[in-house]
């Protein structure tokens, strides 16, 4: 089936830097990708829509000019966190769709 | 709003004993309801869906029949096995809502030996 991949896998970085993640679809184009953020023990949240060559949809509470979302091509998207503080420690996952909905393995972020 | 909840893990098992796990649901509209599996180091993949009350989803043994009287969900097989060990997460789509899954916490899987 499709696949969704993501990298890194695990990041760990200074409070105030920056952190790029990267999410591609392998072996299908998608003009929309999604990504969720996902805190210990709770639900997989949304945080924002991609869409390839337009702006990303964010939603209610989520932080646009925190969370940049760039959806360049028909197979990436990325999601970088700006400033990066302990309190955006989480689980990244990013979705894509064509038939159904594919999700990528995530990539654990960790603000020191 | 939409919520999603079901019960808490972990979940332990033996090899072929009966699985289930509750999933209940909170909409305004009527939903498309899912369950997801994630395996160790894998992405999240679909397991099963159901579109419209008294639908019965299945696959791989998995089945799970949308209840609208009881808003539930329920994830159930028979006999698990030891590959069946992952986290379950039950989601639910509200209508011309593409992509928003609103998502259960999610519930761990271990089948033993």
């Known amino acids: 089936g499709a696949v969704v991949s993501q990298h890194p896998s695990r990041v760990i970085c200074k409070s105030g830097t920056s952190v790029k993640i990267e999410c591609r679809s392998l072996?299908?184009?998608?003009?929309?990708m999604f990504w969720y953020r996902q805190f210990p023990k709770q639900s997989l949240m949304l945080m924002a829509t991609s869409n390839e060559g337009s702006k990303a949809t964010y939603e209610q509470g989520v932080e646009k000019d925190k969370f940049l979302i760039n959806h360049a091509s028909l197979t990436l998207s990325t999601l970088t966190v700006t400033s990066a503080h302990p309190e955006d420690s989480s689980f990244y996952i990013c979705?894509?769709?064509?038939?159904?909905?594919?999700f990528g393995p995530g990539t654990r972020l960790t603000v020191l | 709003g939409d919520s999603v909840t079901q019960m808490e893990g972990p979940v332990t098992l033996s090899e072929e004993a009966f699985l289930t796990i509750n999933c209940t649901y909170t909409?305004?509209?009527?939903?498309?309801l899912f369950w997801y599996v994630q395996y160790p180091g894998e992405g999240l993949q679909l397991l099963l869906k159901?579109?419209?009350?008294?639908d019965k989803g299945s696959n791989k043994g998995f089945e799970a029949t949308y209840r609208k009287e009881t808003t539930s969900f329920h994830l159930e097989k028979g006999s698990v096995q030891v590959s069946d060990s992952a986290v379950y997460f039950c989601a639910l789509r509200e209508t011309d809502s593409w992509g928003k899954l609103q998502f259960g916490a999610g519930t761990q899987v271990v089948v033993t030996p």
């Open positions: 072996d299908f184009q998608a003009t929309t």
């Open positions: 979705s894509a769709i064509t038939d159904t909905q594919y």
């Open positions: 909409a305004t509209g009527y939903p498309s």
């Open positions: 159901a579109t419209k009350a008294d």
